[in-house]
């Protein structure tokens, strides 16, 4: 039996288990509360739905706190979508320009997205729309040059995606290397990234990198993705990317959103740590977990 056929087996069996296992979950609303979006993936990158709250233990800190809220996150979402517009793209342009169609696809009619452009400095090419179009019109008639503020650029989308009324919020970034000309320094974003609730995922597209910049690029999307619950897809041919971007958009739409009252006792703006933990019965493959790794508390 081959790994595949193996692999589809064990989530059909697993998706029969949550479901025979599955209690009714009272959702209270409340602003107090804290929202952590969870992703779950097999071997293959595939999301794993059909879970219940029994699956899953949160820690704030050392401390195991009670789940409070619990849903299979499928609201309308804003997508701001970061595109590496700098010299070093020349080469993989043409096709690169093309992949955001495959992660349109796999978006609902009531989503919404925005472009912004990195070259020598970032850009805000479309505003927020809900016409997919515009936005891969723009980057057709988009000219790769210059050099790579991807800094700014996740800088400026992470204030554009604050006009979005939407609650679930993400920013994807398509790259090609690292960082060499901006203002805002990684650990300045890193902290907005966190505050703003928003879920990072990249496309880094690591084929030959050519400077210390571009050998430094996955080590700083692997962080921002890591500290925001998003992924970082490392991509070693431009042929790959519409698949990426695929993979993507339907992660979007099949996230678990799991609700908690914090701890008290912290002061104002300290950072609260976050751990998810997955809880799956014996014999059963391995699953991977992606979430926020923490959050500030407002000033």
Not at 109 to 137: M, P
Not at 191 to 204: C, H, K, M, P, Y
Request: proline share 5%; with cysteine; glycine share 8%.
């Amino acid at each position: 039996m081959s790994k595949l056929i193996v692999s589809t087996l064990f989530l059909s069996l697993f998706a029969m288990w949550a479901a025979d296992r599955r209690a009714g979950t009272d959702i209270r609303v409340n602003v107090n509360m804290a929202l952590v979006p969870v992703s779950v993936t097999d071997g293959y990158g595939r999301n794993v739905t059909g879970l219940n709250p029994q699956n899953f233990r949160i820690y704030e800190g050392s401390r195991q706190v009670d789940i409070a809220s619990f849903s299979q996150l499928d609201q309308p979402i804003t997508v701001g979508l970061v595109f590496d517009c700098s010299g070093s793209m020349k080469d993989k342009f043409r096709i690169a320009r093309e992949a955001p169609r495959e992660l349109f696809k796999q978006l609902n009619a009531d989503d919404e997205s925005f472009l912004i452009t990195v070259s020598s400095k970032a850009e805000l090419k479309q505003s927020l729309t809900g016409n997919f179009g515009d936005l891969e019109s723009s980057l057709i008639f988009t000219n790769p040059n210059g050099t790579t503020s991807l800094l700014d650029g996740i800088y400026m989308a992470l204030q554009q995606i604050r006009k979005s009324p939407n609650r679930q919020k993400a920013l994807v970034v398509v790259t090609d290397g690292g960082e060499n000309n901006s203002r805002y320094t990684q650990r300045e974003l890193t902290r907005l990234a966190v505050e703003s609730d928003t879920q990072i995922f990249s496309a880094g597209i690591y084929d030959r990198p050519q400077s210390k910049e571009e050998e430094d690029g996955p080590a700083l999307m692997t962080e921002l993705c890591g500290k925001t619950g998003g992924f970082n897809y490392i991509v070693r041919d431009t042929s790959e990317l519409r698949d990426t971007m695929a993979k993507i958009g339907v992660t979007l739409h099949n996230q678990y959103l799991i609700g908690y009252y914090p701890p008290d006792g912290e002061g104002k703006g300290k950072f609260r740590k976050i751990r998810v933990q997955l809880l799956l019965p014996t014999g059963l493959p391995p699953l991977n977990i992606h979430a926020r790794g923490g959050y500030y508390i407002p000033e």
